[in-house]
């Protein structure tokens, strides 16, 4: 044994005696660590614990928090697309010069935003990717010029559908 297990097993076997770890929850029953199978079985104990405390590392809440940054991205440049092409669309129709130049301006200043805001994602994204566990898969960068002309794709598309 380790000297870190006998101190553990040390401690244990003391509050054992000393009855104050009896009447817990889940008091004389098996852990069940085969919660998940993609932890390995010498983390399984560790991780219950953590669980069962509503306790996450640090790198799987950044995670989440980067997820809900790239949902958020999407979304905006989704709804920003279809804004510019239904701008662009109506000013067509009605031959408003003006109002095609001005969907084309804001168009482009969304567009610099969105890439700035793509690359500060991609820096915290690489930083994450530092922190993680041997073993867990990297998320992607994410390639704003890519995204957009999906965007303005998807929204032509649907354009299509409704005419």
Known sequence: MQKWEKVVDHLLQ?????GD????????KPLRLDNNSQTPPEL??????????????DWIAQHESLDRTESALRRQLLHKAATYQADKRTARETGQDKLELIAEQDWQHFKSRFSEATKRYNRALLEH????????????????EEMINRALQANAGKADQTN
Do not use: F
């Open 14 to 18: 003391e509050a054992i005696g000393n």
């Open 21 to 28: 770890i009896s009447g817990l929850p889940g008091a004389g």
């Open 44 to 57: 399984r104990a560790a991780h219950k614990i953590l669980d069962d405390h509503n306790v996450i590392p």
């Open 129 to 144: 990717n530092l922190t993680l566990p041997q073993g867990i898969a990297h998320k992607p960068l994410l390639r704003s």
